[in-house]
């Protein structure tokens, strides 16, 4: 069994996660309109792993017996100054998404519920990477010059992503 506190809980992360993919799917084709096909495949790829993320809290409140409540996900922006901008608000909301889970897994904790805590512990692993993942892209573009070779450089980079 799940608590309703867990569940209710659970359902939120689930549509953050959403959200998550939307928002990179947004920046995915903005970046195609920007003509840097390769931070747009990575982004399409991430949009990809969010969707999977989601699915994750999904079926788990299925499997505990629980109720899944499908909620509205907030349109994201379409447009961002500069890629600087655009990763940089990748690792913002990464961090933002590593809080969430982290307070998920207070919410376990208190509910005794040690079946969710396992669960999570996927997830707050995956954030570590997530994070760091962002931290090194937004350091990179730091390093270049706005119009540089590099840029194009990193483009290609991401376009490699499996
Ligand atoms: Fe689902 Fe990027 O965390």
Known sequence: MISKAVEKAFNEQFKK???????????????VENNLSGFAHWLRCQSKEELEHAMKFFDYVLERGGNVELQAVDQPPSNWKSY?????????HEQMVTASIN??????AQEKDY??????????????????????????LKLIDAHGTAV???????????
């Open 17 to 31: 996660e959403l959200f998550s993919s939307y928002l990179y799917l947004a920046m995915s084709a903005h970046f």
């Open 84 to 92: 600087l901008d655009a990763f940089t608000q990748v690792l913002e």
């Open 103 to 108: 307070k998920l897994f207070e919410i376990a």
């Open 115 to 140: 079946a969710a805590q396992i669960f999570l512990q996927w997830f707050i692993t995956e954030q570590v990477e997530e994070e760091k993942n962002a931290t090194d892209i937004v350091a990179n």
């Open 152 to 162: 194009l450089m990193l483009d290609r980079q991401l376009g490699k992503r499996a």
